[in-house]
């Protein structure tokens, strides 16, 4: 089999709509982050879906106005690669709205560079996996009615009963890795 007809293949995979836990919606999800004044986190595990938020997140900031700009930092990242996107964090300034991906990885003084630009500018969103540098405004909890649901719409298979959780299990809730693992198994 060819790499592209993997139903896991990464270009299919980022096509996947961002799925809200029931009763939650992009205005919903809008209107937390507006009660906190356009600041705010998206917290979850790695693998969680945090990125895809966010990544899906910009045309929905765009109808309002705000001009989203996304900065993200890795554990791979150089300290040169990283200065270099805390200077472009602090020339944005209103109506530039942060999109600040893998806060987590940002030193306090790192921080503080963000905070003080993110003051400027017409909000500033985060991610990180854990709450606590700004208001949790969304938490990604994969379960394996999730996982279910994503492989139903990218293959005409369906998981064994039970093999979303024990994915999810060994993979520690990483949803990419769990992904990943299904490659591997439909490509062999």
């Not at 060819?2 to 992009?26: C, M, S, Y």
């Not at 293959?155 to 809730?173: C, D, I, K, M, N």
């Amino acid at each position: 089999m060819n790499a592209a007809e993997n139903p896991f293949a990464t270009d299919r995979l980022e096509q996947l709509p961002f799925r809200f836990p029931d009763g939650d919606t992009w205005d919903s999800l809008l209107s937390r982050l507006a009660a906190q004044r356009w600041r705010g986190a998206i917290v979850g595990p790695p693998g969680s879906g945090k990125t895809t938020l966010i990544e899906q997140l910009i045309p929905h900031l765009a109808t309002k106005e705000f001009r989203p700009k996304v900065f993200t930092f890795r554990t791979e990242q150089t300290l040169a690669e990283r200065q270099a996107t805390l200077g472009r964090i602090t020339a944005s300034k209103s109506p530039d709205f942060l999109l600040v991906d893998g806060a987590e990885q940002l030193t306090t003084r790192q921080w503080l560079s963000v905070t003080t630009a993110g003051a400027t500018c017409a909000g500033l969103l985060i991610t990180q996996h854990r709450g606590g540098r700004l208001p949790t405004v969304h938490s990604c909890e994969p379960n394996p009615a999730l996982l279910d649901s994503l492989v139903a719409d990218l293959s005409e298979a369906w998981l064994p009963e039970g093999e979303a959780s024990r994915l999810l299990t060994r993979y520690y809730g990483n949803v990419r890795d769990c992904f990943r693992d299904l490659y591997h198994r439909y490509a062999g």
